[in-house]
């Protein structure tokens, strides 16, 4: 099969690569789409030490099942692999399971391929109508889905009550944005900082995108939600100002792990942070149920591009020259 290999610092090669063998239990994918998450870009800049190359990104995947069961069928992967028999898996916490494996990582490659193995129990069917560039939106949305989920069970303010800002406009951030809107919340901004993303996110729901280094945005105290989709000091410094007395930060980005939180004001405003890490198997399949009955807008908002310019891409997305909220790859 063709893959892109990511093979060493801001190093992606097209390759061909040994068909994967899957192996009890396991399916063979045909992939139809994959998405550039941000966690590809760490590993691309050498800042993963979870994902040493030469390895094959990529999590947020489409296609079609070849081989074994159903096969014929089109499918979105969960790409989170879990043991289902611990104690946060039995808890329905699949997200937090301590031996979760994720493709993307050793043992597993990702999707930047031809064909992917994965669990069986991992996939979720796709109506014969529904593309795959839309159904592999499923893994970004759905950290927002769980992240709003969290928020919205913790605070004491309604979402039709609440003013909502999210912090980062790429797929997760919009994901969080969506989620929100669909849950009838009052009000929602999305900062993002690339202006040129600024149209596709105003086209995508009803939302007021600003850009958050011009000094424009809500007043600081201000909002009951806020959702870092970012997660770097500077957006949690943010968060920490924007919060209102008694609100919720929720926390999905992981670009660094230090500073900008203020805890003091954190304490004594009664400001309840939240750490969150991708979404249970429950929100997964709700998160495509929602997407496939038109709940959360018309998903038209990924830049689709050939795999064979992969590397491409990954350039274009760390020079700030891709517009799209989403980069979408297909073999």
């Given at each position: 099969?063709?893959?892109?290999?990511?093979?060493?610092?801001?190093?992606?090669?097209?390759?061909?690569?040994?068909?994967?063998?899957?192996?009890?239990?396991?399916?063979?994918?045909q992939?139809?789409?994959?998405?550039?998450?941000?966690?590809?870009?760490?590993?691309?800049?050498?800042?993963?030490?979870?994902?040493?190359?030469?390895?094959?990104?990529?999590?947020?995947?489409?296609?079609?099942?070849?081989?074994?069961?159903?096969?014929?069928?089109?499918?979105?992967?969960?790409?989170?692999?879990?043991?289902?028999?611990?104690?946060?898996?039995?808890?329905?916490?699949?997200?937090?399971?301590p031996?979760?494996?994720?493709?993307?990582?050793?043992?597993?490659?990702?999707?930047?391929?031809?064909l992917?193995?994965?669990?069986?129990?991992n996939?979720?069917?796709?109506?014969?109508?529904?593309?795959?560039?839309?159904?592999?939106?499923?893994?970004?949305?759905?950290?927002?889905?769980?992240?709003?989920r969290?928020?919205?069970?913790?605070?004491?303010?309604?979402?039709?009550?609440?003013?909502?800002?999210?912090?980062?406009?790429?797929?997760?951030?919009?994901?969080?944005?969506?989620?929100?809107?669909?849950?009838?919340?009052?009000?929602?901004?999305?900062?993002?900082?690339?202006?040129?993303?600024?149209?596709?996110?105003?086209?995508?729901?009803?939302?007021?995108?600003?850009n958050?280094?011009?000094?424009?945005?809500?007043?600081?105290?201000?909002?009951?939600?806020?959702?870092?989709?970012?997660?770097?000091?500077?957006?949690?410094k943010?968060?920490s100002?924007?919060?209102?007395?008694?609100?919720?930060?929720?926390?999905?980005?992981?670009?660094?792990?230090?500073?900008?939180l203020?805890?003091?004001?954190?304490?004594?405003?009664?400001?309840?942070?939240?750490?969150?890490?991708?979404?249970?198997?429950?929100?997964?399949?709700?998160?495509?149920?929602?997407?496939?009955?038109?709940?959360?807008?018309?998903?038209?908002?990924?830049?689709?591009?050939?795999?064979?310019?992969?590397?491409?891409?990954?350039?274009?997305?760390?020079?700030?020259?891709?517009?799209?909220?989403k980069?979408?790859?297909?073999?």
């Amino acid at each position: 099969m063709k893959a892109l290999v990511y093979t060493g610092q801001k190093t992606l090669e097209f390759q061909d690569m040994p068909d994967p063998v899957p192996e009890d239990g396991e399916v063979l994918v045909q992939v139809d789409a994959s998405g550039i998450c941000g966690s590809d870009m760490h590993a691309y800049l050498g800042h993963d030490e979870r994902r040493p190359a030469p390895l094959i990104l990529g999590h947020e995947v489409a296609g079609s099942i070849v081989d074994g069961p159903g096969a014929g069928t089109r499918v979105v992967v969960n790409p989170l692999v879990t043991c289902g028999v611990c104690e946060m898996c039995l808890q329905g916490r699949t997200n937090i399971c301590p031996y979760r494996e994720i493709i993307s990582m050793p043992p597993r490659e990702g999707g930047f391929a031809g064909l992917l193995r994965i669990p069986e129990r991992n996939l979720h069917a796709i109506p014969a109508d529904f593309p795959a560039e839309h159904a592999a939106l499923t893994e970004p949305i759905a950290c927002g889905w769980h992240a709003v989920r969290l928020a919205r069970d913790v605070s004491r303010t309604p979402l039709s009550s609440c003013r909502s800002v999210v912090l980062g406009g790429g797929a997760i951030g919009l994901g969080a944005a969506l989620v929100l809107a669909s849950r009838g919340a009052k009000e929602i901004f999305i900062a993002e900082t690339n202006p040129g993303r600024h149209a596709a996110l105003k086209n995508a729901g009803p939302f007021t995108v600003y850009n958050p280094s011009t000094g424009d945005g809500p007043e600081p105290g201000s909002a009951e939600i806020v959702v870092d989709g970012f997660g770097g000091a500077a957006t949690r410094k943010a968060a920490s100002a924007l919060a209102a007395p008694g609100g919720v930060i929720v926390h999905i980005g992981l670009s660094d792990g230090e500073g900008g939180l203020d805890v003091r004001r954190m304490t004594l405003q009664e400001i309840t942070f939240i750490g969150t890490y991708t979404y249970t198997a429950a929100d997964f399949g709700d998160t495509l149920a929602a997407m496939v009955a038109g709940q959360l807008g018309a998903l038209d908002w990924a830049d689709v591009r050939p795999l064979e310019e992969g590397a491409q891409a990954f350039s274009d997305i760390l020079d700030g020259q891709a517009a799209a909220p989403k980069v979408m790859l297909r073999p």
